[in-house]
């Protein structure tokens, strides 16, 4: 049956498609608990992990629809389960949002994760054994940048590049120093600590002049590209990795963005080669998202996490804090609380306690293992999700301070400016089940 004939009134709709919390609660009302105690966390307090964000109620319907029955390997056309015309029309509508979102020949919206993504692409591009350059982990590269606990280290030969000691800025001429010393297969640029927009433009030159491939891991800044806040990569990188959260607001999983030459390359390293069915309902949310991002709203939300980014590093400066590369690009935000006699993971917790949520990370030529890190991250996405502006910001860095030095009331003010710009107003019931 086409889907425009198929009928639906509004009791339908919530009860078939969207996700019937009262059924939760009333099957396994433990688990609704801890749902509803969940919600209240993430509403109650401020939180700025950089990688995290608030999806919007159209995401998460898709993410809790019938599409979650479907196994569907393989790709629209070529399934190897029968029953795949409806979910092959929603892969092709993501696939479709995203290149026209992205400006890119082609699209794999199957990756279950970022990793996932920079593992076919790595699976598309290189064998075992060949040499990759890469940002190093210490520098802010990811572990999929060649850590020795994760594949990516384990499979392949990586050479780390960093940033000058002086200006917390990527070396552009060590990384071509490194490129001619060592010829590498791949160069990957792209990190999770690095608040400044990659020089795609030099990646390429560099990646052109010893043969390599140029691999974009854009898992923070995609969402920032789709806004037209932040520089695209697929115009210079032979692959773009990108996750579907984060800024971008999607649910949680991958994306590879390619050109047409190497479109079968990268669909073979996805499906079969490192994943096997596709999470149709994820891929459902995903091309809800892309058509979010693809409207003024979300343009004007991306400029908006980039100007209270910058907003909130100015106000942690002044709280003391100092900030690495002096400022950012980006929704990103490294610190050192080193100046205030704390370490990464005292700060943290300090934080926690006054309901400010944020993550420690490595910084560049900081202080060396075992001794913890003095750094801290922060974004500005989910927050602005939330609405909140510059003003705003100002009081969370007040707060941040506050939460560092112990002083009293910096979580009542954090619960209470959080309650002001509740993410999901209306979504779910407010009280847990009794």
Known sequence: MPVSDVETDAETTRTQWGPDFDALRRQDPELAGLLLAELSRQSGGLQLIAAENFTSPAVLAALGSPLANKYAEGYPGARHHGGCELVDLAERLAAERATALFGAEHANVQPHSGSSAVLAAYAALLRPGDTVLAMALPQGGHLTHGSPSNFSGRWFDFVGYGVHPGTGLIDYDRVRALAHEHRPKAIVCGSISYPR?????????????????????????????????????????????????????????????????LAERVDRAVFPFTQGGAQMHTIAAKAVAFAEAATPAFAAYAHQVVANARALAEGLEAEGLAITTGGTDTHLITADVAPLDLDGRTARGRCAAARVVLDTCCLPYGVAPPAPTTGIRLGSAAVTTQGMGETEMARIAALVGAALRQEPGAGAGAGELAGSFPPYPAAYPAEPPG
């Not at 590209?225 to 695209?232: E, I, K, R, S, T």
Request: proline share 9%; aromatic share 6%.
């Open 197 to 261: 927009h990659p020089d795609y433009a030099a990646f390429r030159e560099i990646a052109d002049d010893v043969g390599a491939y140029l691999i974009a891991d854009a898992a923070h800044p995609i969402g920032l590209v789709a806004g037209g806040a932040a520089p695209n990569p697929v115009p210079y990188a032979d692959v773009v990795c990108a996750t579907t959260h984060k800024v971008l607001r999607g649910p949680r999983g991958g994306l590879i963005l390619c050109g047409a030459d």
